[in-house]
């Protein structure tokens, strides 16, 4: 039961291909909410459970696309050890970084967070020995799992789904564990929870190592789906978006945090056609959701609806 | 050598003026509303690419800078109008992302009537440098300090010695005891918003003919006026300037000596030890948390 919204979840991804072949929406932009989902969900686990917000996430997910595309592209590793390493780095940074920037709170983490993410950028732009500079690295090589080679729009769907639904999984069984009940004492009041003997910094550090490596995972899918990476993909614009999806998605929900993923990638692609008006859009439309639905889009679309039903039951009574 | 420091010296205390006026404004606005404002590089950029289109338009500079300084101070008020006010009381994650959508959605408007082009101010008197022992002074320089000193004191006396200036600090202090004693909180939460934004305009103007401007020239400008104010210990008006100016010396100290390309990364990873090492910034108050 518990269990039961990924069931959906998971046969709407399944069925979307089928329904609607080779249709640009479901495998192109398909594929692109795929890794949101995965970036936004790792966030979730931070934001949403833990009550930290990061606006250097994007930091993250350059890290695992770097290992991956510096790896395979320059050195020839093979692709799964660029991934790990990929990870350990990701995993590593975030630990050591994990007690020093957790202990800040509200402008102070957000600040923190951003001039990380910032740092990060600065490096990929300018170690350009290593990550080939604003220009960015070439010839990464599509992944190959186990002789099944994953080259069409179509396997790549299939692969990050696969991806995107391993990680709402994971995140689920997450938060109903052990250390997810610890977050959430930590989000409702730092001091009870140390109080009731939770180790608050301990419990930080780890959901911010888990988020970290979700992030990275994204990213090295993303180096060997595009073949490309430069830094442009991991600004602050990128870690301001991830922020976004989850708040879009009201905080503290898996299915939430996917949503707004969806939701955000899918609004990118349409607001192509408006060209120059792009910007000025999604502006508007981010300030409008924050004002008239603070718990998110999903949490302000449920409570209308279920406002709604109560109106319509009592119409009904009468 | 000497000569060298000298110059990384005046160079980082221009640009570091600019970071302070801006960092100024984060400050005023953190008080009255507990909002950190991240469209306030966005004012920085108006008042430049205002000031500019004005005066491409045949007016006088002193009149371009002045109207775009007004322009300016009326988008800081309906920003405050129709963003802010509708969501006070809002969470900080929340007030975030309403700054941010306000600043990209500034940034399109600037796109689509400007371009993505770089534009440039004239300086306002000449291009001829001054010599000063072996190091060179623009005279726009000179115009970024004089401005700004004058901006800080008059904003300080305001602060310090009017009734309205008290006012504003009240409601940082405690907005409700602020509103018992007959202080019309909304209203100063207007008069920060307009200040904050024309002290942005007004830094945009003056650095104009020194660094050029384009649509996105105000994002790093208003990171660094945030980096500013946090150095300083948020919501210290005058800790903001001197976290600015210091801001703006370290990075022009790095950029000169380490890489020019690493200088953002200097300045970020100065304000991450001032977080980690003295979290209330170096020249805030300590204040005990309330569980």
Request: net charge neutral; charged share 10%.
């Amino acid at each position: 039961m518990r269990l039961a919204g990924f069931y959906v979840f998971a046969v709407a991804v399944v069925l979307l291909p089928v329904l609607f072949p080779d249709n640009y929406f479901v495998t192109v932009v398909g594929i692109a909410a795929g890794l949101h989902v995965i970036l936004a969900v790792g966030l979730n686990l931070l934001m949403g459970y833990a009550g930290q917000i990061s606006l250097g996430h994007g930091a993250f997910f350059g890290m695992g696309a770097y290992a991956s595309a510096i790896l395979t592209a320059r050195y020839a590793w093979p692709a799964p050890l660029a991934m790990f390493v990929g990870l350990a780095v990701a995993g590593l940074v975030a630990w050591l970084l994990a007690r020093p920037i957790l202990r800040l709170r509200g402008h102070y983490l957000a600040m923190a967070t951003l001039g990380f993410g910032i740092i990060v950028h600065v490096v990929m732009v300018q170690a350009t020995r290593w990550t080939g500079g604003p220009d960015g690295l070439t010839g990464i090589p599509a992944l190959d799992l186990l002789g099944w080679p994953v080259d069409s729009d179509l396997r790549w769907y299939a692969v990050v789904a696969a991806a995107a639904l391993l990680a709402i999984w994971l995140s689920l069984n997450l938060i109903d564990s052990r250390i997810g009940r610890a977050l959430r004492a930590v989000h409702g009041s730092e001091f009870a929870a140390q109080m009731l003997g939770i180790d608050t910094g301990r419990a930080k550090t780890q959901v911010f190592v888990v988020s970290a490596l979700f992030a990275a995972f994204a990213g090295s899918l993303f180096a060997h789906q595009q073949g490309f990476v430069s830094p442009d993909s991991f600004s602050l614009m990128v870690s301001v978006e991830l922020v976004t999806m989850v708040v879009l998605g009201g905080m503290a929900s898996t299915f939430g945090a996917a949503c707004g993923a969806i939701a955000l990638t899918l609004l990118h692609a349409g607001l192509v056609v408006f060209e120059d008006y792009e910007m000025l859009i999604h502006g508007a439309l981010l300030m409008a959701v924050m004002i008239f639905m603070p718990q998110g889009l999903f949490g302000g679309l449920s409570q209308g609806a279920r406002r709604l039903w109560r109106a319509l039951r009592r119409g009904g009574d009468n | 050598m000497l000569d060298q420091l000298f110059q990384f010296l005046v160079t980082g205390i221009t640009i570091g003026s600019t970071y302070a006026l801006v960092g100024l404004g984060f400050a005023l606005i953190y008080n009255a509303s507990d909002v950190v404002n991240f469209a306030q590089g966005e004012f920085v950029m108006l008042g430049a690419m205002t000031a500019i289109a004005l005066l491409a338009a045949g007016l006088p500079l002193p009149l371009a800078a002045i109207g775009a300084t007004l322009i300016a101070v009326l988008v800081g008020l309906l920003l405050e109008r129709f963003a802010i006010e509708p969501a006070l009381g809002a969470s900080v994650v929340a007030t975030i992302i309403i700054t941010i959508g306000a600043a990209i959605f500034l940034r399109g408007i600037a796109m689509l009537l400007w371009g993505k082009d770089f534009h440039s101010l004239p300086a306002f008197s000449g291009d001829t440098p001054i010599r000063l022992g072996g190091a060179t002074l623009l005279p726009q320089s000179l115009w970024v300090l004089g401005v700004t000193v004058a901006l800080v004191a008059l904003v300080r006396f305001f602060l310090d010695r009017t009734l309205l200036g008290k006012a504003l600090l009240a409601c940082s202090f405690n907005r409700a005891a602020a509103q018992l004693v007959g202080i019309d909180v909304r209203a100063m939460l207007r008069l920060a918003y307009g200040l904050s934004a024309g002290l942005g305009a007004l830094a945009g103007i003056l650095v104009a003919p020194i660094t050029f401007s384009s649509y996105e020239a105000g994002v790093m400008l208003g990171l660094k006026g945030f980096s500013a104010a946090i150095v300083g210990g948020i919501g210290n008006p005058m800790g903001a300037v001197a976290g600015g100016l210091s801001l703006g010396v370290l990075e022009s100290l790095g950029a000169g000596l380490i890489s020019s390309g690493y200088k953002d990364a200097i300045a970020f990873l100065f304000v991450l030890m001032v977080l980690f090492f003295e979290p209330t910034g170096l020249f805030g108050h300590k204040t005990a948390e309330r569980v």
